[in-house]
């Protein structure tokens, strides 16, 4: 039903910055929250940061909080990580998932029922 493409991974030095985008097709809706995730080998899978479409919920890890920024541009229906003074901590393979929005429930806590293929990012020392 919702099909996710990822790009914008890549290496980059420590202290530096990259764009990940996530374009959404399919039949999409307005209900819809886009979460980025991450996970690096050994390591429980990250949720980074999530948005609604209406930007009105927003949520970020505390390990990316000041340094990392989603944004979406619902015309194109693409979700953007802002990442910026990546450290080698940030190592991973990153995610965009999409999942229902439900009243009351926290994006942490959703279903993310649709998912990317992934880009790997990887940060220097």
């Given at each position: 039903?919702v ?14 910055s990259?764009r990940l ?11 819809y929250a ?5 996970q690096a080998?050994g390591k429980?899978r ?5 948005k ?5 919920r ?8 000041g340094?990392f920024?989603?944004?979406r ?5 693409t ?11 940030d ?9 229902r ?6 994006l942490?806590?959703l279903?993310y029922d649709y998912?990317?293929?992934g ?5 220097s020392?």
């Amino acid at each position: 039903q919702v099909q996710l493409v990822e790009s914008g991974g890549g290496l980059v030095q420590a202290g530096g910055s990259l764009r990940l985008s996530c374009a959404a097709s399919g039949r999409t809706f307005s209900s819809y929250a886009m979460g980025w995730f991450r996970q690096a080998p050994g390591k429980e899978r990250e949720f980074v940061a999530g948005k609604n479409w209406s930007a009105s919920r927003t949520y970020y890890a505390d390990s990316v909080k000041g340094r990392f920024t989603i944004s979406r541009d619902n015309a194109k229906n693409t979700v953007y990580l802002q990442m910026n003074s990546l450290k080698p901590e940030d190592t991973a393979v990153y995610y965009c998932a999409a999942g229902r929005l439900r009243p009351g429930v926290p994006l942490t806590s959703l279903e993310y029922d649709y998912w990317g293929q992934g880009t790997q990012v990887t940060v220097s020392s």
